[in-house]
């Protein structure tokens, strides 16, 4: 998508959160925060929130010495949701429509992301799961449906910590053996790596790889060549997050994408409310099949 | 006030909308930007925020050519307000205590800041308005009428365009020969300067100075020495706004702050809810009275 200068301060919060609980005194931290902005005084404004976010991390994790920033929410998120798992687990198995429902709960997970907003609590996660049951769904299950079954091989690209314990609602309810679960290649910000997929038990499920990269979306350039090879490969794309969405909303590619439209630059570009349950089709064949 | 990290991306906030509605292409609002990036990261991160902020004003004006980058926005604050400001004027003189509502209006008119807020729209000012009459009222009336009874000498230190008509309902109700209105001395952010006291009608009720200085609250060692004479031999100085209260409430004067709690990170140092009307008596003599 079109990149928005609004998203400037945002990715300075990001770095101003990054390092707020790092350990560091008010001098490092500054310094910290300094290097960053002269640094982004160099950047390419108009490249993607991800791609500034990628550099941005990779400088602060250098200059303070830390390697994985968000280790401990990442931990608690994942806690958090494999908790909260075998009741959601249940709730699918006896709804109604029980892909609406996986597909409503792995958006609500959505939420858990620490690059859009400050800080998380437990109850903005038990929101997030009540407004997923109840609200309306910009999306068509059915054609969801008839693109999972038509596609021999699935890449499900997953998005954060915690949220990735959400998406096994959805991902057991797809041919797993057609599905290829990629997470990031490095830690940034919350995002999922293979340590959260082993946590949230995905590695016993499907076959999982990661990306090689380490930003906060997917910039097919930057990732590895194996990636990229499943990535073109593959006859259906979920991705979830705005991040993916953000880097992959102009590819040329059979892209489902599932996210909560959480800043009013997404809301806006996806002329949507801040806050919806959105499921987009998009790509070269929509609704997505071979 | 102590300065937080998390004031940081709100003053690039700042810098994204001034230059947005400017008439520069992409590709100069992002040059600009880089500018305010890169002074960014070789700034004392720990100043006040208005120190910050007239710094980044300060680059934006000149990189952009352009000198009141929020000109239309006063004026148009300027003429909502004075649409308002006979039936405001109307209800405080046929209220029970003519001066508390005067005390909460002005502080309603303090929404008007596009430092803290992008875009505002008539809604949000009546809105304030509403909420300023009902609402809870953190401050001490009597002590407030006592203090201006006790002072021969009262600087008002206006903060915002359109705002200061709102001002005007309070100084009505002051003691006009003891009063002296100071406004900015330059165009920052949407700052009141002379034109707008003019406009509310305040120069020819009141005498009328400017600070001498174009940041957005009252850093003293900037300002003109006659207006640190004035503000030093003020028996009562009211400061109106976030940026006075960044900037003054370690000054040991006499000074009643009038403003809304309008960020997190003020709400939090204030100890109140976002949105408060907030009075507060700091300095040597508290009540401030002679």
Redesign the interface.
């Known amino acids: 998508m079109k990149t928005y200068?609004?998203c400037?301060?945002?990715l300075?919060?990001q770095a101003?959160d990054s390092v707020?609980d790092a350990g560091l005194d008010?001098e490092e931290?500054?310094d910290v925060?300094?290097?960053?902005?002269?640094?982004?005084?160099?950047?390419?404004?108009?490249a993607s929130p991800p791609a500034m976010s990628q550099r941005i991390h990779e400088l602060v994790r250098a200059q303070s010495g830390i390697p994985d920033l968000y280790a401990s929410q990442k931990k608690a998120s994942n806690e958090l949701a494999l908790r909260l798992f075998p009741e959601l687990r249940e709730e699918v198995a006896g709804a109604n429509d029980p892909l609406e429902l996986a597909l409503r709960l792995v958006i609500a997970g959505n939420i858990i992301d620490l690059g859009v907003k400050?800080g998380l609590c437990d109850g903005d996660v038990h929101e997030s799961i009540e407004h997923a049951i109840a609200a309306p769904f910009d999306g068509d299950v059915k054609a969801f449906a008839d693109a999972v079954n038509a596609a021999d091989t699935i890449l499900y690209l997953a998005d954060n910590a915690g949220e990735i314990v959400f998406d096994r609602l959805l991902i057991e309810r797809l041919p797993r053996e057609r599905v290829t679960l990629a997470v990031k290649g490095g830690p940034i910000i919350n995002d999922a790596t293979r340590a959260d997929a082993e946590v949230a038990g995905l590695c016993d499920m499907v076959s999982v790889i990661d990306n090689g990269f380490d930003a906060p979306g997917t910039i097919l350039e930057k990732c590895s060549p194996e990636f990229r090879e499943r990535f073109w490969n593959a006859d259906l794309i979920i991705a979830k997050g705005q991040g993916n969405f953000e880097t992959l909303s102009d590819v040329d590619a059979p892209v489902v994408f599932l996210l909560k439209a959480k800043c009013p630059v997404i809301a806006r570009h996806l002329d949507c409310e801040i806050g919806s349950l959105v499921m987009r089709m998009h790509g070269a064949s929509v609704p997505v099949a071979r």
Do not use: H, N, W
Not at 33 to 46: A, P
């Open positions: 200068f609004e400037i301060p945002c300075v919060r101003v707020r008010d931290q500054a925060l300094r290097t960053v902005l002269r640094e982004m005084g160099e950047m390419d404004l108009l400050s």
